[in-house]
């Protein structure tokens, strides 16, 4: 995973936090609120509550939890970007959702925490989402780089409505890397770069590949339904 930022100011992390467990809504709020810069200023424990609110609160951060739905998680983080485009995405997940999570980092999600760790990591998570630096797994910087390549497939597609999304090869390089490696730090040294660098490359990708993909979130939402017999 990526290493925390050195340099903070002194501004509010605003936060909100979507789960549809009362008591894992209150531990991560208690948890993120023990830090002196970090807000939370609301909780919803529903799709329509936390659209809603975000739109209300314009928060920095938001954490999800897939058990809302795997499909409504989707739209909902989409429909959360278009509506408050500055915000950062961090999604509480298990171990058996690997389908929905690499959707859900298609649409938005900056980052990821299984849901038994989320209240010890509230806060370092948080920190990170605000600046931008992704928080990640290699299965999702496997999904990531396969994402672009599926876009480069397509790219020659008439139903391709917008410019896809495209990584140099630089960017190619560094995913290849870290997703051989496992590790920022062993990416870096291997491509004679600082970990910042490394970690600024994958941000890069993130944000290309979500500007992008906030159109076709509805499209990602029905093939899951469709996958699940819906």
Do not use: N
Not at 80 to 90: D, S, T
Not at 94 to 111: F, N, Q, S, T
Not at 207 to 225: I, K, P, V, W
């Amino acid at each position: 995973m990526f290493g925390a930022p050195d340099k903070w100011s002194d501004a509010t992390v605003s936060v909100l936090v979507c789960d549809d467990a009362a008591l894992a809504r209150r531990q991560l709020t208690v948890a993120l609120e023990a830090s002196d810069h970090i807000e939370v200023m609301s909780e919803a424990a529903d799709v329509e509550t936390a659209l809603a609110e975000a739109v209300e609160a314009t928060p920095d951060v938001v954490w999800i939890g897939l058990h809302l739905g795997g499909v409504l998680v989707v739209r909902l983080i989409a429909s959360i970007r278009e509506l408050v485009p500055g915000a950062r995405f961090v999604v509480m997940c298990g171990p058996d959702e690997g389908d929905d999570r690499a959707r859900a980092l298609k649409v938005g999600a900056h980052a990821f925490v299984r849901r038994d760790e989320a209240a010890a990591e509230a806060v370092r998570i948080t920190d990170r989402a605000a600046w931008g630096i992704p928080t990640l797994e290699e299965r999702d910087l496997l999904a990531l780089r396969d994402a672009f390549a599926a876009f480069e497939r397509q790219s020659a597609s008439l139903q391709q409505q917008l410019e896809p999304p495209r990584l140099d090869e630089h960017a190619r390089a560094v995913l290849d890397a870290l997703v051989e490696g496992g590790s920022v730090s062993g990416a870096a040294t291997s491509l004679g770069l600082s970990e910042d660098a490394v970690e600024g490359v994958v941000a890069s990708a993130l944000e290309r590949l979500q500007r992008h993909s906030r159109t076709e979130a509805m499209a990602y939402a029905a093939d899951q339904q469709v996958s699940e017999g819906g």
